[in-house]
């Protein structure tokens, strides 16, 4: 049987040029993900950071993750107990 859903808590830091681009809409559409929007300090002239957790395939979570790091969005990983690692 595949796992089930998975849950990871992570903050996104934003640069400026993706504060205006919907990203959160891409890692649902997309990916399937679910986010839970936590904490977000978002300037269009500075960039920002989004606090959320991210729950979904674990297959999926790994391909969002990694299609944001493209994006140049930096996802930093604030929960170590959840797999897998983005």
């Not at 640069?15 to 300090?41: G, M, S, W």
């Not at 674990?58 to 996802?75: K, Y």
């Amino acid at each position: 049987m595949p796992p089930g859903p998975q849950t990871v808590l992570a903050r996104l830091v934003y640069p400026i040029e993706h504060v205006k681009e919907p990203v959160i809409y891409h890692l649902i559409t997309d990916f399937h993900i679910v986010p839970n929007v936590h904490r977000a300090q978002i300037d269009p002239d500075a960039g920002g950071t989004l606090e959320l957790e991210l729950t979904g395939d674990p297959a999926a979570l790994t391909r969002g993750v990694e299609w944001l790091e493209r994006c140049g969005i930096r996802v930093e990983r604030l929960d170590e107990s959840a797999d897998p690692a983005p």
